[in-house]
């Protein structure tokens, strides 16, 4: 079940929920970034190129469930797009460290875009 659409310029970020299994998965353009086992929320990380430069964008989805549903906050290097009630978006916290049980953080490359085609992808890169 699909709980979460949030655009991100010409990007789209979703979260789906299996309750049954206990299991978020996160899509990034429709391309699987994570995938993770919850008992009360999880955090997601996974980077993606950037969509200017040749760098990269480092992600950070954090669910939460209490008393009032699902919460989530959604970070790209470490700027809060999405804020739930429980995040203080007026003093943010700095992450010096990406925390994960996995030595590498999945990476989602804008090459393997099969809703974007490489002429335009490149001309977008070298503009």
Not at 97 to 122: A, F, T, W, Y
Request: proline content about 4%.
């Amino acid at each position: 079940m699909r709980v979460l659409s949030l655009p991100i310029g010409n990007d789209l970020l979703e979260i789906h929920i299996n309750l049954w299994k206990s299991q978020e998965t996160v899509y990034f353009n429709g391309q699987l970034a994570s995938k993770k086992t919850h008992f009360i929320g999880t955090s997601h990380h996974f980077t993606t190129d950037a969509v200017h430069s040749f760098g990269v964008d480092h992600f950070r989805v954090v669910t939460s469930y209490g008393w009032m549903g699902f919460r989530y906050d959604v970070f790209k290097n470490d700027h809060c797009l999405l804020a739930s009630g429980r995040t203080n978006v007026s003093a943010p916290k700095i992450v010096t460290q990406i925390k994960s049980r996995s030595k590498s953080v999945p990476h989602i490359s804008r090459l393997d875009d099969p809703g974007l085609p490489d002429k335009e992808l490149i001309e977008d890169l070298l503009v």
